[in-house]
């Protein structure tokens, strides 16, 4: 009976484990096939984002996603330059008539649509006269054509004239998407806004717009859309042959893609990673400036207006400016900048964003409200406000109202909270007191429409163009009553000469005018205090090195981020990245003339951006008057001149990518002239080593030494200084009678008085070397760079002597300057220790993981030992029927 | 059996107030939701006056709640739950369907790990009472039971996606591929349905594997095995004969309910591992304040979970007629 | 199931009470029969080792909620640290989101708080979390239950279709949208009534289940027949019945409370950690600042085993209790 029992357990156990077993394998095998990826033809590059397009209809869209997808497929009349300024796209050139009213643009001839029909003026009149015939259905785009006349004209197939009812400063930004005539024309207009983009019966072929990329497939349940590139395009070609946009839920979940290689370029990194990011190999970021400004906001509404607002706040201090002043002089925007943001942004002052820093306000020092608790503290005295009933809050001498504000940010934004703690202890500082209170952005509309908010910190999006911004500010956008929705003012701020002044800017057409009535705005606004503007946030972009290359420079451009059609211009897959740049500056040196017999040397000079100097190949090629030739490699050469004439010299400098550049030089050579004789010598070290390439100045002929220190010039009769030199040694001179016929002997010795200077640059936390630091020495008012190799090697040959300042700087370290004694001839070692900017290892080791795992199955087995050696001793209880599984 | 017809049919009339109830909780839900469904066009300055009041129109949102009401009762017999906010051209039951698919087969396939790795475990833990495999499955269970699912999931993905990049680090299929009956596709979705199933079903296991130990435990008790035993039936005979069977009755009726709670378990996993199920949804809408995909989305979720209830009473009563429905 | 709690026969004759608080005689009594009745049930709950095991770990994690400053002063004694850190205490001296060292033994947060700290005072609102949201959805649910099941009818099909509403709807998407419907900022009052009023409903079913069964007694009839009211029959006769099962319930019940919060805090919609700290909004903050990837495991590992190690707590209290209230268990 035991064994059958024995047998049926057993067997029961092996059904169970092969069920385990096969499940595992079942599951294991697509694991293993994630490595070997099929090898993709074309290149894709997959860019993550946080936000999901809420549709691709041009007429319906409203998220900023759905305007960089669609600003990647349809052209605009005039374009976003990568330096955000207006530039030519469809329309290569634009006039305007004596009156400033009526616009002539001339479009390129040889921009395409997707499905190769060509662009013309129809297609621009059409998509600029349905939108100002039907004003609801493209609602989006209405306020753009503000005081256009309807109807736009076609001149002929490629000029378009527009007449504006009143001068119109913003012509050059109407950022309306322009769309093909011969497919829309066919949709009714009251349809527009309803369409589906891949509508079979409207179009056919699908989206078709005449911009860089194609839009290609919309998945919105697995959150992706293809673009491929069009190779027709009339500005520049997109290099990879598809771009995938793929949308994240949260950061957290886009930021483990880019590390687990899932995608290529990651859109808004969070700022509290960004050096982790930074410091992952294969992986590289920018911090560029956004178009975007984060402000504490202050509730200025005077109580009049409070009056239609039933839940308004009560506290009108708010509405003295001297107050709103205090409260500027009490907001520490250094520290909020550097601690909170973690260096991430920029202290804010105007209500526009440096990104676009033509139109920004650069507030001068005295009128700037720094971070002065004293002045802040006299200032409030001044204006009457005493703590008179002993809390230790000032209030208002005459009506004994505290100065107590309501307070509130928004409570899934960790910096704001952040921030809005900082501020709350230096207003109590100055006697203010403001308890910040975390509510989510839609209570906070709310509460911004009842005027319920004395203090709050939000932001704003803004715009290329300026207009917008500065529009939020004035008067008529004040909401009216807490159903006004759609009004932006949320300072509730009134005054009457920024309104003058913003009407006036609108219709000013001539650049520099504008900009001086934009600036004195905004100036204006900063000494009003509306808003407390905190920083410009930086828009963060981190991206793969290992798969793409050619990054453009987004620091200095910041209309070239991976929303931009600039950006698709420039990434490379690195497989075939060809270096575009040949070498630059090639230089083989001056004409020269020498004598037959003489032997003269050469030395090649030149520089690229991508390429070191050592890895570049040196070809010289000496043509002798009977054109024979002869070809010498290496960057220093020497030839002997046995014929008289002209030799040209040609030096061909190739670098890896096979791009070269050339340079040449003729060497003039004549016979020993009538009573001339010759000068001969070698120049060498103190160990009478011959110096190569030392300078030989002897009346005005200069010769360099040769490979063994030699040097040869003929010279007519008479006597002669002969100078010799090199960098990195002293000077050397003698004299020499020269004979005609006969060959004079001047030896030199040169004594070093330089050393070179080497080291090794090391993590002082890790005790591993750094690669790629950037070092930099400064001796006299010489200063040289070097880039340590992988080893975080660097060297520096032909240093004067002296003491020499050596400065090391890496991202994500502390900077590091030591001095170092550099003695003539010989090697001065000076390695040096970087302290990381947070002490700990980034990254996960491991063994770490391999530790938790460890302690958990300590606990387990402890457990179950536990439980196994009691029941030898007792009869063992059995747990209840069933646990409930529901809550 | 003509009783058990009977009470399907109460069962069945029972089912279809509960979903009426349903709706009607939904419009008045979703409704009182505060806070403005235009708030994400705040930031956005491209969106004119215009198009805000086109917006208001296009919900209703400016129409007395009753008028609302009436419109929403019409709308819902015809599946029409309207467009989405955060998505306005498309229904929202079209969204929901799509999406929909997704939990289905995470549920699917982590429901079928549970019932298959459960029971075996709960059977051999029942069957060798206070053996080494009994205590040992009993520790794993409880472990695993008593653990967070999305503090799980966060686990799994940093050691086998981050740094082993074993297997892909979230969403449900390679990033630009759509699904097709083809062997490859079959196996990425596999593999990208490794971490988030085993998170989901790691907690179902262990209660599945208690439950089922603890009623094969209760069933041997039972008069009717001893004295199968004493008719001098083998062990296994009166295992496989009548205790599993059994056993099985309440197992039924637990699976059904158990839905809801790993549909639960599906919403944590799909936010971590950014899988487009209707838990993704559901988060995601809640926070746009979208109720037309909220109200589609409820809607949904308790049809499947109503509909899988109704099967497991079929079959209960199929099974064992002599059960008496209270 | 009724021969377990009636008044023995052979009790010895009552002792004289030594204090008379206008206490009534029969109250007196029914104490001393309570703590009788106590003393039994303990000694058979002390034979269960699961139970022991599941009460002792509550025991350590009660003492850590209720005497939370003096854990803290003492392990500031034994860290040497300069003051015991309370829960919201900043730190400016070491640098925000560093990894553990000598002055903090876990830690410090993105707000320069002392991580220990906020696990031991995290214990305080994540256990009252779950007691108190299981005492709402315990109250609904037994008032539903007993009132179907006694009523039975209409009245029993109505309550039971609300049940099933809430039965029906996956428990994590009903708290998403109460905690996003109702108003109020994040707060643990608002916490707990979402996952008390998402809970009750299985309560109500076991409850009404209970009911059934017992409606059928003869003391019930008996107590009909003498003319006593509906609500006395209840009152008297089936909740004293039906109370231990539903404290077995309950006990499970908070286990998965506390899930639920931490669940709730990992979506952002638990309360606010400015405010009130809880395990699952410290695993919520650390996920937030990528601990894992910046290297500070502890931060995002011990709230996690925290919660664990009281659900595991009580899960076995709670079939240890089951087992005590349902004799056909005990037998074997």
């Known amino acids: 009976m035991n064994h059958l029992n024995y047998g049926a357990g057993r067997r029961h156990l092996a059904a169970a484990i092969c069920a385990l077993v096969l499940l595992v394998g079942l599951f294991a095998f697509p694991m293993v096939s994630k490595q070997s990826g099929a090898a993709e033809e074309d290149s894709e590059l997959i860019v993550g984002v946080l936000q999901k397009p809420d549709t691709l209809n041009p007429f319906k869209m409203a998220l900023s996603i759905s305007y960089t997808i669609n600003f990647l497929v349809y052209d605009t009349l005039t374009s976003v330059e990568p330096d955000l300024s207006p530039g030519d796209q469809l329309a290569e050139s634009w006039t305007t008539d004596a009156s400033g009213l009526v616009w002539t643009f001339n479009l390129v001839e040889n921009a395409k649509w997707h499905d190769g029909q060509d662009v013309t003026a129809d297609d621009v009149v059409f998509t600029y006269n349905t939108i100002l015939e039907n004003p609801d259905t493209c609602a989006l785009w209405i306020d753009y054509l503000s005081n256009i006349v309807h109807p736009v004209v076609a001149i002929d197939d490629y000029t378009v004239q527009i007449t504006t009812d009143v001068k119109k400063a913003t012509m050059l930004t109407i950022m309306v998407p322009i769309l093909p005539e011969h497919l829309w024309s066919e949709v009714d207009v009251d349809k527009l806004d309803k369409i589906d983009p891949w509508d079979q019966t409207a179009f056919p072929d699908g989206p078709i717009g005449s911009g860089p990329l194609i839009l290609d497939e919309y998945d919105a349940t697995l959150g992706w859309i293809r673009m491929l590139a069009w190779d027709e395009y009339y500005i520049d070609q997109v290099v990879v042959d598809q771009v995938l946009f793929k949308i994240f839920l949260s950061d957290t979940t886009m930021m483990e893609a880019l590390w687990a290689d899932d995608i290529d370029v990651a859109m808004g990194v969070p700022a509290r990673l960004w050096t982790e990011t930074l410091e992952t190999d294969g992986i590289a970021g920018q911090a560029v400036k956004a178009l975007s400004i984060f402000e504490l906001g202050i509730n200025c509404a005077s109580p009049e207006l409070r009056e239609n607002f039933p839940k308004a706040s009560d506290n009108l201090e708010t509405t003295n400016l001297s107050v709103r002043q205090a409260i500027a002089m009490a907001t520490d925007k250094d520290y909020i900048v550097n601690d909170v943001m973690e260096g991430l942004a920029e202290v804010g002052d105007s209500i526009i964003p440096t990104a676009t820093s033509y139109w920004h306000y650069y507030v001068d020092e005295e009128t700037r409200w720094d971070y002065q608790i004293a002045k802040a503290n006299a200032l409030l005295d001044a204006a009457g406000y005493v703590d008179t009933d002993g809390n230790d809050i000032r209030d208002n001498g005459t009506s004994g109202v505290d100065l107590e504000f309501s307070f509130y940010y928004r409570s899934d934004k960790t910096d704001d909270r952040s921030a809005a703690i900082d501020i709350e202890d230096s207003l109590a500082e100055i006697g203010i007191k403001a308890t910040p209170a975390g509510i989510s952005e839609g209570q906070m509309y709310n509460l911004w429409l009842g005027c319920q908010m004395d203090l709050f910190i939000w932001a704003w999006d803004t715009d290329v163009d300026p207009n917008f911004m500065l529009s939020t500010q004035t008067t008529d956008q004040i909401p009216q009553s807490p159903q006004d929705w759609t009004r932006w003012s949320d300072s509730f701020w009134s005054n009457a000469t920024y309104d003058r002044m913003y009407l006036e800017q609108q219709t000013t057409v001539d650049k520099e005018e504008r900009q001086s009535i934009i600036l004195e705005m905004q100036a204006l606004l900063y000494d009003q205090c509306p808003y407390v503007v905190l920083y410009y946030p930086m828009g963060l972009y981190a991206y793969t090195t290992e798969r793409f290359t050619n990054y453009p420079d987004m620091t200095a451009n910041a209309g070239m981020t991976p929303g931009s059609m600039w950006f698709f211009f420039e990434v490379t897959p690195v497989a075939d990245w060809v270096d575009p740049m040949p070498p630059e500056n090639v230089n083989a040196g001056q004409d020269q003339s020498c004598t037959v017999g003489e032997t003269l040397s050469f030395t090649g000079e030149a520089d690229d951006e991508n390429d070191a100097t050592e890895t570049l190949t040196w070809e010289w090629e000496f043509t002798e008057p009977d054109l024979s030739s002869t070809v010498l490699d290496g960057r220093t050469v020497s030839y002997k001149f046995d014929q008289t004439g002209i030799v040209s010299v040609m030096l061909r400098v190739t670098d890896p990518g096979g791009l070269s550049g050339v340079d040449d030089l003729v060497v003039n050579v004549t016979d020993l002239a009538e009573g001339s004789g010759w000068l001969r010598g070698v120049v060498s070290d103190e160990d009478s080593v011959g110096i190569v390439g030392a300078t030989i100045l002897v009346s005005d002929q200069s010769r360099s030494t040769d490979v063994d220190g030699a040097y040869m010039v003929s010279l007519p009769e008479g006597s002669y200084m002969v100078n010799a030199s090199k960098t990195g040694y002293g000077i050397a001179s003698g004299d020499a009678i020269i004979v005609a016929g006969e060959t004079t002997w001047v030896n030199l010795t040169l004594a070093l008085t330089s050393g070179t200077l080497s080291g090794y640059v090391y993590d002082n936390e890790t005790g591993a070397s750094i690669a790629s630091a950037t070092v930099e020495i400064t001796y006299g008012d010489k200063t040289k760079k070097f880039t340590t190799n992988a080893t975080g090697f660097y060297s520096f040959i032909a240093v004067e002597a002296g003491t020499v300042i050596v400065n090391v700087t890496k991202i994500g370290y502390e900077k590091n300057v030591t001095t170092a004694e550099v003695t003539a001839g010989n090697t001065t070692v000076c390695n040096v220790n970087l302290t990381p900017v947070k002490d700990d290892s980034g990254g996960i080791s491991a063994v770490a993981i391999a530790g938790i795992i460890a302690v958990i199955a300590i606990v387990g087995a402890l457990a179950a030992i536990m439980m196994m050696k009691r029941r030898k001793s007792a009869e063992p209880p059995s747990p209840p029927e069933e646990p409930p599984l529901t809550s | ?326 | 199931m009724d021969d377990s709690i009636h008044i023995p026969k052979d009790s010895k004759a009552p002792t004289k009470p030594r204090f008379r608080i206008g206490l009534s005689e029969p109250t007196i009594e029914k104490m001393r029969l309570m703590k009788k009745n106590a003393l039994k049930m303990w000694r058979i709950y002390r034979k269960n080792r699961l139970g022991m095991a599941g009460l002792i770990i509550l025991m350590i994690f009660v003492v850590m909620a209720v005497f939370s400053p003096l854990v803290m002063s003492l392990l500031s004694i034994i860290g040497g640290w300069d003051q015991a850190y309370g829960p919201f205490d900043q730190d400016y001296s070491t640098p925000k989101e560093s990894p553990p060292s000598l002055k903090h033994w876990l830690g410090t947060d993105s707000y320069y708080q002392d991580v220990l700290a906020r696990v031991v005072y995290g214990t305080r609102v994540s256990l009252l979390v779950g007691l108190v949201a299981t005492a709402v959805s315990m109250g609904m649910g037994a008032g539903v239950g007993l009132l179907s099941g006694y009523w039975g009818g209409i009245k029993d099909d109505v309550l039971m279709r609300i049940t099933d509403v809430f039965l029906v709807i996956p428990w994590l998407a009903l708290m998403i949208v109460f905690a996003a419907v109702l108003p109020g900022g994040a707060s643990v009052t608002k916490v707990v009534f979402v996952i008390g009023i998402t809970g009750w409903s299985s309560t109500a079913r076991i409850v009404r289940a209970q009911v059934f069964s017992l409606k059928e007694r003869s003391f019930v009839e008996r107590a009909k027949a003498v003319g006593a009211g509906d609500y006395y029959i209840v009152r008297k006769h089936i909740f004293p019945n039906v109370f231990p099962l539903m404290f077995a319930n309950a006990i499970l019940t908070i286990a998965l409370s506390i899930l639920s919060e931490s669940t709730l805090s990992y979506i952002s919609l638990g309360p606010d950690s400015s405010k009130v700290v809880t395990w699952g909004n410290m695993i919520a903050d650390a996920d937030a600042a990528f601990a894992i990837r910046q290297g500070l495991y502890l931060w995002i590992v011990v709230p996690g085993l925290c919660i664990v190690a009281v659900v595991l707590g009580f899960t076995l209290i709670g079939y240890a209790m089951d087992e005590i209230f349902n004799p056909k268990l005990r037998k074997r």
């Open chain 2, 1 to 326: 059996m003509r009783n058990g017809k009977i009470l399907i049919a109460r069962k069945a009339f029972n089912s279809f107030i509960t979903l009426l109830m349903v709706v009607v909780m939904n419009f008045f839900l979703f409704r009182v939701i505060p806070g403005d469904p235009l708030m994400n066009l705040r930031n956005n300055t491209r969106v004119s006056d215009e198009y805000k009041e086109q917006f208001i129109h296009d919900f209703g949102l400016d129409q007395p709640i009753y008028v609302q009401f009436l419109k929403y009762i019409e709308n819902v017999f015809t599946l029409n739950f309207g467009n989405a906010i955060s998505e306005p051209l498309r229904p929202a039951m079209d969204i929901i369907l799509d999406n929909m698919v997704w939990t289905l087969i995470l549920t699917g396939t982590s429901s079928i790990l549970m019932i298959v790795i459960g029971m075996s475990i709960g059977i051999l833990a029942a069957w060798k009472r206070g053996g080494a495999f009994d205590t040992g499955s009993m520790a794993f269970s409880l472990f695993f039971y008593a653990m967070p699912t999305f503090w799980f999931a966060m686990m799994l993905i940093v050691i086998f996606a981050t740094e082993l990049k074993w297997t892909p680090s979230g969403g449900a299929l390679e990033y630009g591929t759509r699904f097709e009956f083809t062997w490859i596709s079959i196996k990425d979705m596999l593999s990208h349905l490794v971490l988030p199933a085993t998170a989901l079903t790691i907690g179902s296991i262990a209660a599945f594997s208690l439950i089922m130990r603890g009623s094969l435990i209760d069933v041997m008790t039972e008069e009717y095995i001893t004295t199968a035993r004493a008719k001098g039936m083998t062990e296994r005979k009166v295992l496989k004969d009548h205790a599993l069977p059994n056993a099985m009755l309440p197992m039924v009726a637990l699976i059904a309910i158990d839905i809801a709670f790993v549909v639960g378990g599906a919403f944590q996993a799909e936010v971590v591992f950014d899988y487009p199920g209707i838990g993704w949804l559901t988060v995601k809408a809640t926070i746009d304040k979208d109720f037309p995909l909220l109200e589609a989305a409820f809607f949904l979720i308790a049809v499947v979970v109503i509909i899988a209830n109704l099967i497991a009473d079929v079959l209960l009563v199929y099974m064992d007629p002599r059960v008496k429905m209270e």
